[in-house]
């Protein structure tokens, strides 16, 4: 099974300002790597897929880069509807996996 | 509108048995691979199945033997029969699509969910 490890797991950014988060994986998946955000008590929203490829209707502050074992999202211009935990997904190897998530606090 | 809605979550005993189902309205299921996802209270996200659009299915090892996942083309739905319930199988569970028809390996539709609890 294919872990992935993100980083930071908590994070508490003030507006404006840009945050980054990382996720490794445990073996090469290529670029097989998307991006969820998930508000409180609502559904995964799918941001980036294949690790760059931003999915429709996401707003362009969000951008995802990356290959192999290393993948980061960015969020430039934090606002404040961006609360969220943040969670990478594999789809390289069955099982799919996702990482632990990563929280994003508005200070 | 293009939507998923699951419905058949509940309280069960450990040991038990609850069957999930998904229905589908604006696409068709057996185009697309359809998956369950699951969440813990409090925790992350955690793949459990997938019915491929050609009919192959797949489980997390923590549910293979236990959990059965299947589709009635005719309904438009897809469902997750669960078995030997336990306590740690508690979470809310998702449908979530994959679009196979455009080639697509993410999961791009999600439902709003249904939350299963095992307990005595």
């Known amino acids: 099974e294919i872990v992935l490890t993100q980083s930071p797991d908590f994070q508490s950014v003030t507006p404006k300002e840009k945050v980054t988060i990382t996720c490794r994986a445990s073996?090469?998946?290529?670029?097989?790597l998307h991006w969820y955000q998930q508000k409180p008590d609502q559904s995964p929203r799918l941001l980036i897929k294949?690790?760059?490829q931003s999915f429709s209707g996401v707003p362009s502050r969000f951008s995802g880069s990356g290959s192999g074992t290393d993948f980061t999202l960015t969020i430039n211009s934090l606002e404040a509807e961006d609360a969220a935990t943040y969670y990478c997904?594999?789809?390289?190897?069955?099982?799919?996996?996702f990482g632990q998530g990563t929280k994003v606090e508005i200070k | 509108e293009v939507q998923l809605v699951e419905s058949g979550g509940g309280l069960v005993q450990p040991g038990g048995s609850l069957r999930l189902s998904c229905a589908a309205s604006?696409?068709?299921?057996?185009?697309?691979?359809m998956n369950w996802v699951r969440q813990a209270p409090g925790e992350g996200l955690e793949w459990v199945s997938v019915?491929?659009?050609?009919?192959?299915?797949y489980y997390s090892d923590s549910v293979k033997g236990r959990f059965t996942i299947s589709r009635d083309n005719s309904e438009n739905t897809f469902f997750l029969q669960m078995h030997s319930l336990r306590a740690e199988d508690t979470a809310t569970y998702y449908c979530?699509?994959?679009?196979?028809?455009?080639?697509?390996?993410?999961?791009?539709?999600w439902g709003r969910g249904t939350l299963v609890t095992v307990s005595s």
């Open positions: 979530v699509r994959m679009p196979a028809a455009s080639h697509g390996w993410y999961f791009d539709l």
């Open positions: 604006g696409f068709t299921v057996s185009s697309n691979h």
């Open positions: 019915i491929y659009s050609g009919g192959s299915t």
């Open positions: 073996q090469s998946i290529g670029s097989n």
């Open positions: 294949y690790a760059s």
């Open positions: 997904h594999q789809v390289n190897t069955l099982p799919w996996t």
